[in-house]
């Protein structure tokens, strides 16, 4: 009769639970679902899962070292635990940032936020010599096995890399882009920023990335691209100094070996598409998986 009668208690609640549920409460379990699902497919793609996985080891730790009454040990695991806000923070920084980054990129009323009056028409002028230069100069590189790294900043700015290097301001073309990365030049071992379809600065320090799955044959060109491209939606250009490869960096993916036509491609697939963020990444599918060898 106990059983019954809890059982009846819960079912009870239970349906008391259900009944009292209004509009509201529907949307808050709606969206709290909606971020849970998001953070998991947000987990799956970085290594915040190993992270977690981690953690969950940690808490089944605790749980051990309390049943078994190991005080020290658990006084330990227990301050831990006290400061886990302040350690996820630290030890999450660069996910949160590129979540951060990521709520920023939110379509706005054009204009609100736009550093440039020119017509979308205008723009779209600039981008294609832009991409024409860009190519024209990558084939040249390429053949005389010159090193380049090229930054193509599109919606987060890259103001604090700019100041790393030199400001020029100029419409490309190949033989600029060529000069900067002649060898020896001032300006041949940093990056080159184009911003708004033009030559904004050479001569800048990207962040090398932290990924340890990158293959040691990749030099430090190839993981500053990498860390530039998992710190910002910049799309990132590198011509080998070794083989002579074209290399294409983005969202934390690398794309090696590519010929100019399929840059020429992601170009403008990226650049000159009508909400070119979702058709460059949606339509190509281009970017899936780590390292496309």
């Given at each position: 009769?106990?059983?019954?009668?809890?059982?009846?208690?819960?079912?009870?609640?239970?349906?008391?639970?259900?009944?009292?549920?209004?509009?509201?409460?529907?949307?808050?379990?709606?969206?709290?679902?909606?971020?849970?699902?998001?953070?998991?497919?947000?987990l799956?793609?970085?290594?915040?899962?190993?992270?977690?996985?981690?953690?969950?080891?940690?808490?089944?730790?605790?749980?051990?070292?309390?049943?078994?009454?190991?005080?020290?040990?658990?006084?330990?695991?227990?301050?831990?635990?006290?400061?886990?806000?302040?350690?996820?923070?630290?030890?999450?920084?660069?996910?949160?940032?590129?979540?951060?980054?990521?709520?920023?990129?939110?379509?706005?009323?054009?204009?609100?936020?736009?550093?440039?009056?020119?017509?979308?028409?205008?723009?779209?002028?600039?981008?294609?010599n832009?991409?024409?230069?860009?190519?024209?100069?990558?084939?040249?590189?390429?053949?005389?096995?010159?090193?380049?790294?090229m930054?193509?900043?599109?919606?987060?700015?890259?103001?604090?890399?700019?100041?790393?290097?030199?400001?020029i301001?100029?419409?490309?073309?190949?033989?600029?882009?060529?000069?900067?990365?002649?060898?020896?030049?001032?300006l041949?071992?940093?990056?080159?920023?184009?911003?708004?379809?033009?030559?904004?600065?050479?001569?800048?320090?990207?962040?090398?990335?932290?990924?340890?799955?990158?293959?040691?044959?990749?030099g430090?060109?190839?993981?500053?691209?990498?860390?530039?491209?998992?710190?910002?939606?910049?799309?990132?250009?590198?011509?080998?100094?070794?083989?002579?490869?074209?290399?294409?960096?983005?969202?934390?993916?690398?794309?090696?070996?590519?010929?100019?036509?399929?840059?020429?491609k992601?170009?403008?697939?990226?650049?000159?598409?009508?909400?070119?963020?979702?058709?460059?990444?949606?339509?190509?599918?281009?970017?899936?998986?780590?390292?496309?060898?």
């Open positions: 009769m106990d059983t019954v009668s809890t059982l009846d208690d819960f079912w009870g609640k239970f349906a008391g639970t259900v009944k009292g549920i209004g509009p509201v409460d529907i949307i808050d379990m709606l969206v709290v679902a909606y971020i849970v699902y998001k953070l998991i497919h947000h799956k793609e970085t290594r915040a899962a190993q992270l977690v996985k981690g953690l969950v080891i940690y808490f089944g730790a605790f749980l051990l070292v309390s049943v078994a009454q190991m005080q020290t040990v658990r006084f330990i695991m227990q301050y831990l635990l006290d400061n886990a806000l302040i350690l996820l923070v630290v030890v999450f920084q660069p996910e949160l940032r590129r979540a951060l980054e990521q709520i920023g990129r939110s379509k706005l009323p054009v204009g609100l936020f736009s550093g440039h009056p020119d017509s979308e028409e205008a723009m779209r002028l600039k981008w294609q832009a991409i024409a230069s860009i190519c024209e100069a990558a084939s040249s590189l390429s053949r005389t096995q010159t090193g380049a790294l930054v193509i900043e599109q919606q987060v700015k890259l103001g604090d890399i700019i100041k790393t290097g030199t400001i301001d100029s419409d490309p073309s190949m033989e600029l882009i060529g000069n900067i990365f002649f060898p020896n030049s001032p041949h071992d940093g990056a080159m920023i184009i911003r708004d379809g033009r030559l904004y600065a050479a001569g800048c320090f990207l962040p090398l990335s932290t990924n340890y799955e990158i293959s040691k044959q990749l430090t060109r190839h993981r500053a691209a990498l860390g530039m491209s998992e710190n910002s939606d910049s799309l990132v250009i590198v011509v080998s100094e070794e083989t002579g490869y074209i290399t294409v960096a983005r969202n934390g993916a690398l794309n090696i070996n590519l010929s100019i036509d399929q840059l020429r992601i170009l403008e697939d990226l650049l000159l598409k009508e909400d070119k963020e979702e058709k460059g990444d949606k339509k190509s599918g281009f970017w899936k998986g780590k390292n496309n060898k």
